[in-house]
């Protein structure tokens, strides 16, 4: 286990929702050597340690909302391809 490494009040990098990049952290909370809490160094926003992931959970969840709208759109269907030969082409 590498979390093993840290301690509490270490400085960890991890990603902050409000800076909306990688920053360094405290280590504020920690159960079983895992770093569980963190707390940015520039904002100090306090939240769970990401592990230096944080903009994954917001595409997925866009991408879900998204889902869900589009699912409750109505269905349009493409419309039928009727490629009209040019063949009549008057010369
Ligand atoms: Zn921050």
Same mark, same amino acid.
């Not at 159960?31 to 939240?47: F, I, S």
């Not at 944080?54 to 709208?69: I, P, Y």
């Given at each position: 286990?590498?979390? @093993? &490494?840290? #301690?509490?009040? !270490? $400085?960890? !990098?991890?990603?902050?929702? #409000?800076?909306?990049? %990688?920053? @360094?952290?405290? /280590?504020? +909370?920690?159960?079983?050597? &895992?770093?569980?809490?963190? #707390?940015? =160094? *520039?904002?100090?926003? &306090?939240? !769970?340690?990401?592990?230096? =992931?944080?903009? &994954?959970?917001?595409? $997925?969840? #866009?991408?879900? %909302?998204? !889902?869900?709208?589009?699912? @409750? %759109?109505?269905? /349009?269907?493409?419309?039928?391809? $009727?490629?009209?030969?040019?063949? @009549?082409? +008057? *010369?």
């Amino acid at each position: 286990m590498r979390e @093993n &490494e840290f #301690r509490l009040g !270490d $400085t960890i !990098d991890d990603y902050c929702k #409000r800076c909306r990049l %990688l920053m @360094n952290h405290y /280590i504020v +909370s920690m159960v079983d050597g &895992e770093v569980k809490k963190v #707390r940015c =160094q *520039t904002c100090h926003h &306090e939240h !769970d340690f990401q592990h230096g =992931q944080g903009g &994954e959970k917001k595409k $997925t969840s #866009r991408k879900s %909302l998204f !889902d869900q709208v589009a699912a @409750n %759109l109505p269905q /349009i269907s493409p419309p039928p391809k $009727t490629i009209k030969p040019k063949k @009549n082409q +008057s *010369t």
